[in-house]
């Protein structure tokens, strides 16, 4: 069992830093998974889930276009 951490974005989508925050809080915490989220007007809701080991680049590519 995993446990999974929620943040919220502070604007309408995540900036580098929160993602480089949330893979830091990911490499150090044991059995981690932060969850990032955020809303884009007339869009929707989106989510970024990262775990032990995935890099700034595989976040960015997971990022809807």
């Keep these: 069992m995993k446990l999974v ?9 995540p900036t580098d830093e929160e993602i480089l925050e949330c893979i830091d809080i990911v490499n150090k915490e044991e059995n981690c998974i932060v969850r990032l989220n955020w809303y884009f007007p007339y869009s929707g809701k989106y ?6 080991g995935d890099t700034f680049e595989d976040c960015k590519s997971k990022l809807p276009k």
């Design 5 to 13: 951490k929620d943040y919220i974005c502070d604007d309408i989508r």
């Design 47 to 52: 989510k970024l889930e990262i775990s032990k």
